[in-house]
């Protein structure tokens, strides 16, 4: 194969899913590859009648559109655009190169025929990114409990260890792999293991360094070997892999070495720890119980965020968790005090409320009590909230820096005072009102009767939308927290000699969102709570364009995301998860993403702004 092509080769068969495809097939698809120069701001394809293709980025950036100017996500190198193969490809569905970019063509019907045999590979050509992500993690959600925490290194270790000398030529080992359908490769002298080679190995330390393949794999093996007990579960192998950042873990019993498990072995034992978690929660009998449970969210957070979930799928995770805590709890607390004078229903406000959860937040929460409360009753719902209140303290939730919580009395009211709370912040829109709207038109029922939130919400959709100066008043309150965004569009960092030189993530980047989403929802009567859901459901109503929609969700998901890979990283070291990022910790094509990102928030709060004439009030 000529050098060219070889290079082409070389770079598909490092790509998942070309990784799984076979020599001779990898072959006939280097040969059916064209390549496409495209100069920045050009569009791809360059003539709009050239049949589907599919594009993957050998160097540069693409972004890709639907309508006028509707962002659907960015790609850049080593990424592969399968949206023109997708079989629901919209027709107002273009692509623009943000940088100049090289790319790694091949028409889509061509490329199905040649890996028509493989139906993995299959359905990633006919489906977009978002449409795998959403199928992915649906398919997660399905399954009824996790298998990493009781499935154990050693029970997955079933396949042939391939092994080979450290002296044997880079070209042999190879094709050693290849012959075995394996990514890696264990060198062995005698009995031990002196070093591993993964297929990654030989791309970076062979091919992309120009490295004669005749040479010995000793020459680019891995001689500190990062390996696991036979006995330890797939859960601790996960973390293991993630803090080394490996793919590969040779496994050891007490006769050896044992076998191999890769992140794909993982991935195909995985389902939902979460939903296991909670399980454990159900049961617990005491308040230590729980504390031990509660302690396991972070790891949660970091499977889920290493599995490549997003907010939604985190928060809703993390939101089950905590849920399940509260409930557990308020059900020990009724074992002590015994059964509700009352009906009650036990709410969250915030990011509890609307589902959208990291690991360990503060306490926003409340009780509804029927109007039927006689004098006396309060003694018995002030104990219940005492116990659940210091019980989520104790298992990391801390007490709101603001005492919204059930514990005070003021939160802890029948339905006729949470109403005419909601009713005088409605026509009264002073700054104190104003603050707490943003905390409490956030709220779901954890525990007790719906019917009693419902009552309140129902009255309130109907009173919100009518109230403009309400209105008005919410938006200026949410325009005290704007994107980090100077002149000239460089980012304006956080000097609080607490977190110099950083961005935060929440408050400049997601809070912006949650606010307008809110604000939306308010202003069209919805009843949605989370904020993906208000802006979907605002989506072409007179408040919001579908568009002005679908850049705000583009937004949202790409902060979020970035929030969670910090966290992520924080929690590998054993830190206490934040929201405060450097921008050094990003790439060049990552802040440009950011910048964006905030651009879109600032374009939304000016049409807020101007819509409502806040400078008016």
Not at 68 to 77: A, H, P, Q, T, V
Not at 302 to 321: I, P, S, Y
Not at 530 to 544: H, I, K
Request: aromatic share 6%; hydrophobic share 40%.
């Amino acid at each position: 194969m000529e050098i060219e092509l070889q290079e082409i080769h070389d770079f598909i068969a490092a790509i998942p899913p070309f990784d799984r495809l076979q020599d001779d097939i990898l072959n006939a698809l280097t040969t059916a590859i064209s390549i496409q120069y495209v100069r920045r701001g050009g569009d791809i394809p360059a003539d709009k009648d050239t049949p589907p293709t599919l594009h993957i980025l050998r160097q540069g950036a693409i972004a890709m559109y639907s309508g006028k100017d509707n962002l659907m996500g960015m790609l850049g190198e080593g990424d592969i655009c399968t949206s023109f193969c997708a079989a629901d490809v919209m027709p107002d569905f273009y692509v623009k190169a943000t940088e100049d970019t090289l790319l790694y063509s091949i028409p889509c019907d061509q490329l199905s025929k040649l890996v028509e045999q493989d139906e993995s590979v299959l359905h990633f050509i006919r489906h977009s990114a978002a449409q795998r992500l959403k199928e992915a993690v649906s398919d997660m959600q399905e399954q009824s409990s996790s298998n990493l925490l009781h499935t154990y290194a050693g029970d997955i270790c079933r396949g042939e260890l391939v092994t080979a000398s450290p002296d044997i030529s880079i070209q042999d080992g190879a094709r050693l792999m290849s012959e075995h359908g394996v990514s890696s490769l264990i060198l062995m002298e005698g009995s031990s293991p002196a070093g591993l080679v993964t297929d990654r190995d030989i791309r970076k330390r062979c091919v992309a360094t120009g490295l004669p393949v005749d040479n010995p794999m000793h020459k680019i093996m891995t001689r500190k070997i990062t390996s696991l007990n036979a006995s330890e579960s797939l859960f601790d192998a996960l973390l293991v892999m993630t803090r080394n950042q490996v793919h590969h873990l040779p496994v050891f019993d007490d006769s050896g070495l044992k076998g191999i498990i890769t992140t794909t072995d993982i991935m195909r034992q995985e389902g939902l720890s979460a939903v296991h978690l909670t399980s454990t929660i159900r049961k617990a009998e005491s308040l230590e119980a729980l504390v031990e449970a509660s302690k396991m969210l972070p790891r949660i957070q970091l499977q889920l965020t290493n599995m490549g979930a997003d907010l939604r799928h985190v928060g809703f995770a993390v939101t089950a968790v905590t849920g399940a805590i509260t409930r557990r709890l308020i059900e020990l607390a009724e074992i002590q005090l015994g059964p509700s004078p009352v009906p009650y229903a036990w709410i969250a406000a915030g990011s509890q409320a609307r589902r959208e959860q990291t690991s360990h937040s503060d306490q926003d929460n409340g009780l509804i009590i029927s109007d039927k409360l006689q004098p006396g009753d309060d003694e018995w719902f002030e104990s219940l909230a005492r116990f659940v209140n210091d019980g989520l303290d104790a298992c990391g939730y801390i007490y709101c820096p603001g005492d919204v919580m059930a514990s005070n009395p003021k939160w802890r009211q029948t339905v006729s005072t949470w109403q005419g709370y909601f009713e005088k912040w409605i026509e009264q829109p002073e700054p104190m009102a104003l603050m707490l709207s943003s905390i409490f038109f956030d709220l779901r029922v954890i525990h007790g009767k719906e019917k009693l939130l419902n009552k309140i919400r129902k009255k309130i959709l109907v009173k919100a939308p009518k109230n403009q100066l309400f209105l008005a008043h919410m938006v200026r309150n949410a325009l005290t927290h704007r994107p980090p965004l100077g002149f000239f569009r460089d980012f304006v960092l956080v000097h609080d000699g607490q977190h110099d030189d950083t961005l935060d993530l929440k408050h400049s980047g997601l809070v912006p969102i949650i606010d307008m989403a809110r604000i939306y929802a308010l202003a069209e009567g919805l009843h949605e709570i989370g904020t993906e859901d208000r802006l979907r459901a605002a989506a072409g109503t007179p408040s919001l364009s579908k568009g002005g929609s679908a850049n705000l969700l583009d937004a949202f998901e790409f902060i979020s995301n970035l929030r969670l890979e910090h966290q992520a990283a924080q929690i590998r070291e054993g830190e206490s998860p934040d929201n405060f990022m450097s921008p050094k910790q990003l790439s060049k094509l990552e802040r440009e993403h950011l910048k964006d990102a905030f651009k879109v928030v600032q374009t939304m709060q000016s049409t807020l702004e101007m819509r409502y004439h806040t400078d008016r009030i």
